[in-house]
C-alpha cells in the first residue's frame, strides 16, 4: 500500500517537530513530482529547499516555440484519463484547450497507399481490440503468464482468431494488423517486441478520454509551480553528486553538490527521474536497500522523442481528386518505398496539429521510439547549425509528408518552413529517455514500483515521480503530481503536521 502505518522513527519525527524548529527538506528536482510535493510540504508549515540540476523548474514538462511562433510541449502533451484527474481539473482551471480525436485513423500501407477509410477503421478496431483483450489477459493471468511472453506474442496468436484462414486475403490483413500494432511503442516509448505481457496491466491508464493539451501544459505547470516559487528555497543550476542516508552514526541525511557544498537537512526527497536513478545507484550512501536497487533497474525506461514540422498551410487537410484528407492521426506502415533513409521500414505515426481547434497551426507532430528515435537523436547532434538539421529531418521524414492528400512538390505551402526536434536521449538530467515502462523479462513489477514508493523513510529518503506513481497512472503527468502529493503527505505526517488519510480514495494501489 501507498500508506504506511506511523512507525517508531515518525513517531520520533512528531515529538521533535512539536519541541524544535521546523522541519527542512531537501527536494532533489523541480519537475512535476518534486513541485507537487514542495506544495504539499510548504502547505503544513514545513521548510523546503528544492535542488534543480537546471536553470529552470519542469523537468520533462518544458515548452518550446517553433519557427512558426506556436508553442508546442516537448515533454508530455496529453491527459492520460479524465476521470479523478487532477492534470484534467487543472486545464479546466486555467482554460487549456484540449482535443479529443476520434477514433478514426488514417493508415497508408507498406507501398504508401492510402487506406480506404473504413478499410483502415476495420483493421485499427481489430488491433485496439486486441490491446484490450491483451489488457484483460494480464489483469486476470497475470501470475500464470511467463516473464518472457511480449504484448507482441499475444497479438501473433490473437491476430490468426481475429482473422481465420477462412477469410479472404487473410495473411495480408493479419500483417497489416501486426503492422498497425508497432504503434503501440508511441505509447510505451520502446518497441512492442519488448513489452512484458505479463505486467501489461500496468500499461491501463484512468477511466476516460485520452486528451491531446493543444494549448499545451505551460498553464497548468504555472499553476503547479507558482506556489512553489514564492514559497520554497531554490537551488538552479545545481546537480546533486551523493545523498548520505541517516544512520546511526549520522544523525540527519546530508547532500552534496557539485558546487562543492554539502547541505544537512531532515528529510530529502529524490524525485530525479528513473533513468538518472538506474545510472546513479552509487550516489546513494549507504546503498540503498537491495529491494529498491531491483525495483530500479527492473522497471523499463523508454524513450520517446517527438519531432515537429511545420508549413505555411496545411495542405493535407484540402481533399485531392478523390476528395480525401486527413485529419488528427495518421500511420505510414513499414515503409517499402525508403531503402535508404529507413532501411529498418520502421512505422511513422504523426498527430495534426492543424485539426486542435483555436489552437491550431500547420504543424505534423512525428512520434519516434526505439531505434529510431536513438538514430534520429545521434544523427541531429552530429550536426551543428540549423538549416542542417532542418535539412536532414526534412529529407528523413518527407517520402511520409508528400503522401498527403493534396500534396504538391512545386507549391511554397508544401513546402516546411520550420521544424523542432526533442534530445530527451542525450540529456543526463532526464535520465537519457522519456518515462518508465514494463519490459520483457520483469517477474515482479508491481513489487518494484511499491518498493521505490516505499523508499528509505528509516534513512531520511523519500522517491518520488512517475515510477512510483499509483497504478492507474504510471509513465503520466498525473502519475508525477500525484507521487508528489503523497510523499508530501507521508513526510508531514511523519512529523504530525497532516493526515494521510486526505490522499483521495483509490490512489493507494
Keep these: 500500500l501507498l500508506l504506511r502505518s506511523l512507525t517508531m522513527d515518525s513517531l520520533l519525527r512528531r515529538k521533535q517537530s512539536e519541541s524544535g524548529p521546523r522541519p527542512h527538506v531537501a527536494i532533489i528536482g523541480a519537475g512535476l513530482a518534486g513541485l507537487r510535493c514542495a506544495d504539499i510540504l510548504i502547505q503544513h508549515g514545513l521548510l523546503v529547499t528544492i535542488i534543480e540540476g537546471r536553470e529552470r523548474l519542469g ?3 518544458f515548452q518550446e516555440t517553433l519557427p512558426n511562433g506556436h508553442t508546442v510541449d516537448l515533454g ?4 492520460h484519463g479524465t476521470d479523478d484527474n487532477p492534470i484534467n481539473d487543472l486545464a479546466k482551471e486555467t482554460g487549456t484547450a484540449v482535443g479529443s480525436w476520434d477514433k478514426r485513423s488514417y493508415v497508408f500501407d507498406e507501398s504508401g497507399n492510402l487506406f480506404n477509410l473504413n478499410e483502415s477503421e476495420v483493421y485499427s478496431s481489430i ?3 486486441i490491446v484490450q483483450d491483451a489488457f484483460q489477459h494480464s489483469n486476470k493471468n497475470s501470475a500464470d503468464i511467463h516473464p518472457d511472453e511480449s504484448l507482441w506474442d499475444f497479438f501473433q496468436h490473437k491476430v490468426v482468431e481475429k482473422i481465420p484462414d477462412t477469410e479472404e486475403d487473410y495473411a495480408k490483413k493479419r500483417t497489416t494488423i501486426l503492422q498497425i500494432a508497432e504503434s503501440w511503442g508511441a505509447f510505451s516509448g520502446s518497441p512492442i517486441k519488448t513489452q512484458s505481457l505479463k505486467f501489461f496491466w500496468l500499461e491501463e491508464c484512468l477511466d476516460g478520454e485520452n486528451l491531446f493539451c493543444a494549448g499545451t501544459y505551460e498553464k497548468i505547470f504555472e499553476r503547479i509551480a507558482e506556489p512553489v516559487r514564492h514559497n520554497a528555497d531554490i537551488k538552479y543550476d545545481t546537480r546533486v553528486t551523493k545523498v548520505e542516508l541517516k544512520t546511526p552514526e549520522r544523525e540527519k541525511p546530508r547532500v552534496h553538490t557539485n558546487t562543492g557544498e554539502t547541505l544537512e537537512f531532515d528529510e530529502v526527497v529524490m524525485t530525479a527521474p528513473l533513468g538518472w536513478l538506474k545510472k546513479n545507484l552509487q550516489a546513494f550512501e549507504p546503498p540503498l536497500p537491495d529491494r529498491i536497487e531491483r525495483g530500479i533497474q527492473a522497471i523499463g525506461y523508454g524513450c520517446l522523442e517527438k519531432v515537429y514540422i511545420s508549413f505555411r498551410k496545411a495542405f493535407w487537410l484540402e481533399p ?5 484528407v486527413v485529419q488528427g492521426f495518421c500511420q505510414w506502415l513499414a515503409p517499402n518505398y525508403t531503402p535508404k533513409t529507413n532501411p529498418k521500414r520502421w512505422n511513422q505515426e ?5 485539426s486542435s481547434g483555436e489552437h491550431s497551426h500547420p504543424t505534423l507532430l512525428f512520434y519516434i521510439f526505439g531505434e529510431e528515435s536513438k538514430y534520429i537523436t545521434e544523427e541531429v547532434a552530429k550536426l551543428k547549425t540549423i538549416p542542417e538539421r532542418n ?6 521524414f518527407k517520402p511520409y509528408y508528400s503522401r498527403l492528400p493534396h500534396y504538391d512538390e512545386t507549391s511554397a505551402d508544401c513546402k516546411p518552413t520550420g521544424c523542432l526536434s526533442t534530445d530527451w536521449m542525450r540529456d543526463d538530467l532526464a535520465g537519457n529517455g522519456s518515462y518508465s515502462n514494463f519490459p520483457v523479462g520483469l517477474t515482479e513489477g508491481d513489487k518494484d514500483i511499491e518498493a521505490m514508493r516505499d523508499g528509505v523513510p528509516e534513512g531520511g529518503l523519500w522517491l518520488a ?5 499509483p497504478f492507474v497512472a504510471l509513465g503520466t503527468a498525473t ?4 507521487s508528489g502529493e503523497s510523499v508530501g503527505l507521508r513526510v508531514a505526517e511523519a512529523y504530525g503536521r497532516a493526515s494521510t488519510s486526505k490522499v483521495p480514495e483509490g490512489k493507494e494501489q
Design 59 to 61: 523537468g520533462r514538462m
Design 76 to 79: 508530455p502533451n496529453w491527459i
Design 127 to 129: 488491433m485496439w481490440d
Design 320 to 324: 485531392d481528386a478523390g476528395g480525401r
Design 350 to 354: 504523426i498527430v495534426d496539429l492543424a
Design 391 to 396: 535539412y536532414f529531418l526534412y529529407d528523413f
Design 465 to 469: 515521480g512517475e515510477h512510483t506513481a
Design 479 to 482: 502519475g508525477a503530481y500525484w
